[in-house]
T-cell receptor
Framework: AQRVTQPEKLLSVFKGAPVELKCNYS??????LFWYVQYSRQRLQLLLRHISRESIKGFTADLNKGETSFHLKKPFAQEEDSAMYYCALKYQGAQKLVFGQGTRLTINP | NAGVTQTPKFRVLKTGQSMTLLCAQD?????MYWYRQDPGMGLRLIHY???????AKGEVPDGYNVSRLKKQNFLLGLESAAPSQTSVYFCASSSRDWNTEAFFGQGTRLTVV
């Protein structure tokens, strides 16, 4: 079965420090990977997706098929980045979006 | 453009009571989903629908029923609420294209006492 693993439930870094949120997936084909973000008491919203290869709010993510990873990175964390982050996977023919367990990121001043 | 709207936003139920959560989307999306969000568990899929009149079970369907009588609406029912169903419920919708994003509602915070 397709699975998404986010090994860190909690991650705390200082403002200005680099951030990396890990995401690993299990799927043998070519998936589409997403990162969703949920700010305090707000709805989930798309942060970025693999296919668009964008940098959103300074975040980037590279799909590494060899390591089956899609880690989210930002070189300099800001306090407003504090939120819950979910990695998600979908593949061609799938009807469901599979989410990881989520990582709560806290940026300390 | 409202996107995905959930009602109600908050609800407190007594054990054994029933209720229905409504999700409405105005983007003409074929796919709709109900998730529950619990601390440390992430988002778990309860039920989903790939079109009007069709529904399917997700990871945690027990204790819930759904209906999709109209394309724009997806209802989640709790026939006899239990404290284990205390959670935040999110509805989402997406087009049938496999690599497009899902759009989420603002969530319903349900407490069963």
């Amino acid at each position: 079965a397709q699975r998404v693993t986010q090994p860190e439930k909690l991650l705390s870094v200082f403002k200005g420090a680099p951030v990396e949120l890990k995401c690993n997936y299990s799927y043998s084909g070519s998936p589409e990977l997403f990162w969703y973000v949920q700010y305090s008491r707000q709805r989930l919203q798309l942060l970025l997706r693999h296919i668009s290869r964008e940098s959103i709010k300074g975040f980037t993510a590279d799909l590494n098929k060899g390591e089956t990873s899609f880690h989210l990175k930002k070189p300099f964390a800001q306090e407003e980045d504090s939120a819950m982050y979910y990695c998600a996977l979908k593949y061609q023919g799938a009807q469901k979006l599979v989410f990881g367990q989520g990582t709560r990121l806290t940026i300390n001043p | 453009n409202a996107g995905v709207t959930q009602t109600p936003k908050f609800r407190v139920l007594k054990t054994g009571q029933s209720m229905t959560l409504l999700c409405a989307q105005d983007m003409n999306h074929e796919y709709m989903y109900w998730y529950r969000q619990d601390p440390g568990m992430g988002l778990r899929l309860i039920h989903y629908s790939v079109g009007e009149g069709t529904t399917a079970k997700g990871e945690v369907p027990d204790g819930y029923n759904v209906s999709r009588l109209k394309k724009q609406n997806f209802l989640l029912g709790l026939e006899s609420a239990a404290p284990s169903q205390t959670s935040v419920y999110f509805c989402a919708s997406s087009s049938r294209d496999w690599n497009t994003e899902a759009f989420f509602g603002q969530g319903t915070r349900l407490t069963v006492v």
